[in-house]
């Protein structure tokens, strides 16, 4: 078992602090996500991780032992960024045993270990192919293949999607998620996209000005947020009173007034397909509530329609 523990990391660039006693353990083979606004330290800490930044406090330890001061290659990481920085002059084939190559493998044992990689994240019909003649998520099943060809402990993704059209990157989640199962290699992966987190991790870290604010499962951060900033990050949340929050779609219409309704004004009206995003004007503020399509009527979707929404108390989340 092989588990990777975060101790009080803190890195400071000129006077700023990127990191601030960030703490946690990855166990062995989970798939984490490090999620975040643009800024908050996310890269920071990946490179950090990997060796590519000295950090100034703290420790890093794999399977226990201490690898902070460790280089990179002594920490066994594969790597890819965002940008694929496949070579151009070499075929797909070439480009994945490139670091096997460098390690001072023989042809013939870099070409079984490159064609095993291959024939599992199917790639075969590339092999022979330029990167300039593959797409963008096909470049960066390439670049994931050569940071596994080295057998890495531990992969590292910065962004692997964020350069790619939605469609090609919806795919590419599952294909990640799938070739991580196979290999059943520990993941670490960071994004801004909480919808990319949400669906591929088995815990995420939330991260905000260079801490961490909650680490969890995906349905425990949505579910159970410790504050307004993960409960805003994480989904959508309305917020109704000091600390307290309610998603909307936990709320719904009532016909009267009673306990927990309060009356409200719709001001605006969005179809998104399987719901209409209602906003409402009511005295604890302005609201969002999604209302499923075949329970929508004409009434409620008309601009200064006047409508008595229900707060379920047990849905109020923090
Ligand atoms: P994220 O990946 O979440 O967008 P980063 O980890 O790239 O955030 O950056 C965190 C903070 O550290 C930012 O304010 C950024 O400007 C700063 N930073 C990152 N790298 C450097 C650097 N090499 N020199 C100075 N400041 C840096």
């Known amino acids: ?71 990179p290659s002594e920490r066994n990481f594969g790597i890819v960024f965002q940008s694929y920085a496949l070579f151009p002059n070499l075929n797909v084939e070439e480009n994945i045993a490139y670091g096997l190559w460098n390690k ?24 022979k192919k330029y990167p300039q003649q593959l797409s963008g998520g096909q470049q960066q099943r390439v670049a994931i293949c050569r940071a ?19 469609k090609v990157r919806l795919k590419l989640r599952k294909e990640i998620r799938q070739i991580q ?55 959508t949340a309305n917020f109704v009173g000091a600390d307290r929050a309610i998603r909307p779609e936990s709320l719904c219409l009532s016909k009267s007034l009673s306990d927990n309704t309060i009356q409200a004004e719709v001001c605006d009206v969005e179809y998104r397909g399987a719901f209409y995003r209602i906003e409402v004007d009511t005295h604890v503020g302005h609201l969002m509530v999604d209302i499923p399509s075949q329970q929508s009527d004409a009434k409620v979707l008309r601009l200064g329609s006047r409508l008595y929404i229900d707060i379920p108390q047990d849905k109020v989340i923090m």
């Open 104 to 127: 001072g493998l023989s042809k013939d044992e870099a070409a079984e270990r490159v064609a095993g990689i291959i024939e599992t994240t199917g790639l075969g019909c590339h092999s």
């Open 1 to 71: 078992m092989t588990t990777l523990r975060a101790i009080n990391i803190t890195k400071r660039f000129k006077g700023m602090t990127a990191l601030d006693r960030v703490s946690f353990e990855i166990r062995d083979g989970e798939f984490v996500c490090i999620l975040g606004p643009s800024g908050c330290g996310k890269s920071t800490l990946l490179r950090s991780l990997a060796g590519l930044e000295a950090i100034d406090e703290g420790s890093i330890e794999i399977g226990g032992r201490d690898v902070t001061c460790a280089p």
């Open 181 to 235: 199962q196979r290999f059943a290699i520990t993941t670490i992966m960071v994004t801004h996209d909480q919808e990319e987190a949400l669906s591929m991790a088995d815990r995420i870290i939330v991260m905000n000005e260079g801490r961490i604010e909650q680490m969890d499962t995906p349905q425990a951060l949505y579910d159970a947020p410790v504050n307004g900033f993960v409960a805003d990050f994480v989904g």
């Open 148 to 166: 596994l060809v080295l057998n890495p402990e531990f992969l590292l993704l910065d962004e692997p999607l964020s350069a790619l059209d939605a």
